[in-house]
């Protein structure tokens, strides 16, 4: 009798950075359910009972840059994101790698990796002074969202690595893409 030994597929590192991303993401889009339920809640409040609150106007701004800054992140994992696509459509799949490939390195990194520098000193000096909210009935903690900024950005810029090994495959060893969602 003989032992028939199976073997766990391999999976090339960007596919592990994408399915994470894809997994944050999908829990971050929660988010987005939150910030209806404050919007129609708050609405409520000023048009039937005539009183808006100030926190919950503070919180849907906040929950609506966590939905968009994080949702960066899923965007171009998943190509996604906007482009100007007056050719790009009609490349190969070797040329669309090339042109992404020195896109997010010389355009698209440089500028994430900017906002990272900056925005880190941005978000930590708000916590060492432990900032809120500037009306007296806002919200505290005014840190957690500004650190959503460098987080963010981070996660991005994880994205695009993903995105340039994978293009580098593709240029290497031909179309890799299999399917258009790549980190589920």
Same mark, same amino acid.
């Given at each position: 009798? *003989?032992?028939?030994?199976?073997?766990? &597929?391999?999976? &090339?590192? #960007?596919?592990?950075?994408?399915?994470?991303?894809? *997994?944050? +993401? !999908?829990?971050?889009?929660?988010? @987005?359910?939150?910030? /209806?339920?404050?919007?129609?809640?708050?609405? /409520?409040?000023?048009?039937?009972?005539?009183?808006?609150?100030?926190?919950?106007?503070?919180?849907?701004?906040?929950?609506?840059?966590?939905?968009?800054? =994080?949702?960066?992140?899923?965007?171009? /994992?998943?190509?996604?994101?906007?482009?100007?696509?007056?050719? #790009?459509?009609?490349? +190969?799949?070797?040329?669309?790698?090339?042109?992404?490939? =020195?896109?997010?390195?010389?355009?698209?990194? &440089?500028?994430? $990796?900017?906002?990272?520098?900056?925005?880190?000193? =941005?978000?930590?000096? *708000?916590?060492? $002074?432990?900032?809120? +909210?500037? +009306? %007296?009935?806002?919200? &505290?903690?005014?840190?957690?969202?500004?650190?959503?900024? %460098?987080?963010?950005?981070?996660?991005?810029?994880?994205?695009? /690595?993903? !995105?340039?090994?994978? @293009?580098?495959?593709?240029? =290497?060893?031909?179309?890799?893409?299999?399917?258009?969602?790549?980190? *589920?």
């Amino acid at each position: 009798m *003989s032992k028939v030994l199976y073997s766990t &597929p391999t999976y &090339p590192l #960007y596919f592990h950075i994408e399915r994470a991303i894809t *997994s944050a +993401s !999908r829990f971050l889009a929660w988010t @987005n359910l939150a910030l /209806v339920l404050v919007i129609i809640t708050q609405v /409520v409040l000023r048009k039937v009972f005539a009183n808006g609150q100030i926190t919950l106007e503070e919180l849907q701004w906040h929950l609506y840059a966590t939905a968009v800054m =994080f949702g960066t992140a899923y965007a171009q /994992v998943n190509n996604l994101h906007v482009r100007v696509d007056i050719f #790009y459509h009609k490349f +190969s799949e070797r040329k669309k790698a090339l042109v992404d490939l =020195f896109g997010l390195s010389l355009l698209a990194i &440089p500028f994430v $990796v900017v906002v990272i520098l900056h925005s880190y000193d =941005f978000a930590y000096e *708000s916590w060492r $002074v432990n900032e809120s +909210s500037a +009306s %007296p009935s806002g919200l &505290p903690y005014r840190w957690l969202i500004k650190s959503v900024i %460098p987080l963010s950005f981070c996660l991005l810029l994880l994205s695009m /690595v993903a !995105r340039i090994l994978r @293009n580098i495959e593709t240029l =290497f060893k031909g179309d890799t893409s299999q399917g258009e969602h790549h980190g *589920s």
